[in-house]
């Protein structure tokens, strides 16, 4: 959600990758999930979706490739930690996207709970930061992180 994050962005860990897929949607994000976890066994995923497409393929299919993808990225991957961040408000949108965004988000979070207790290493976690996003830190834009 930040625009041109690789240059805002410094990898610490020669083992860290930063992938940013500007302007894809979760097919696309799932795709290159799958790539980059191969042969990962440990360490920490962290998977932001920004929204792009939401309208179009709908709460409904957003939550299930989300949760195919994460499926994939836990099996056989039990020491492999990961974070899904809620997709972010966008104040420049109307009220018909902000409803399906906290629907999508409210649905994510619950099969992330319902990931959580099924028996398995599976602890996923799930970051929801509505609250801790105030307007002054978008850009004019409306969508993206100053």
Do not use: W
Not at 13 to 35: A, N, P, T
Not at 60 to 69: H, L
Not at 102 to 130: A, C, W
Request: proline letters at 2%; aromatic letters at 4%; glycine letters at 8%.
């Amino acid at each position: 959600m930040v625009q041109n994050v690789r240059r805002h962005v410094a990898m610490r860990d020669q083992k860290s990758v930063l992938v940013s897929l500007s302007g894809k949607d979760m097919e696309d994000v799932v795709k290159e999930v799958r790539k980059q976890v191969e042969g990962v066994q440990e360490g920490m995923v962290i998977l932001q979706e920004g929204g792009n497409n939401l309208r179009r393929s709908g709460s409904e299919q957003t939550v299930g490739k989300m949760m195919e993808c994460l499926k994939y990225i836990k099996k056989d991957r039990k020491k492999l930690r990961v974070a899904v961040v809620g997709i972010m408000r966008r104040p420049r949108e109307n009220a018909g996207y902000e409803e399906m965004r906290r629907d999508t988000n409210k649905r994510l979070q619950e099969e992330v709970v319902k990931m959580n207790q099924v028996p398995g290493d599976y602890e996923v976690s799930f970051i929801d930061l509505d609250g801790a996003l105030p307007q002054e830190v978008f850009e004019r834009d409306g969508v993206h992180l100053n």
